[in-house]
């Protein structure tokens, strides 16, 4: 059975950290690359970064430098971590493998 289950997500105040994990299937997690999409509400969903199968990364410019992605092999999991956490971070986190997509964890911003 497919299956992305994300979890991490919460209230933080601006500047603090988040991790967001999400456990995949094995046949997801050995076979594609895998991504975070957040999207915030009256927002399309927007790419945020991406892990491949060899572990090269891409992050997207607007999270650079504060949220880095890693995946652990053994665990068949990747995470999200966020730091420097802004306001304008609130949004639903989406995990993503190809067609696949998880039902999201909510990251709310706020003092």
């Known amino acids: 059975q497919v299956q992305l289950v994300e979890s991490g997500g919460g209230l933080v105040q601006p500047g603090g950290s988040l991790r967001l994990s999400c456990a995949a299937s094995r046949s997801i997690f050995s076979l594609y690359a895998l991504a975070w999409y957040r999207q915030a509400p009256g927002n399309q969903r927007e790419f945020v970064a991406r892990?491949?199968?060899?572990?090269?990364?891409n992050i997207a410019d607007s999270v650079k430098g504060r949220f880095t992605i890693s995946r652990d092999n053994a665990k068949n999991t990747v995470y999200l971590q966020m730091n420097k956490l802004k306001s304008e971070d609130t949004a639903v986190y989406y995990c993503?493998?190809?067609?696949?997509w998880g039902q999201g964890t909510q990251v709310t911003v706020s003092s």
């Open positions: 993503n493998a190809e067609k696949y």
């Open positions: 892990v491949g199968v060899g572990g090269i990364t």
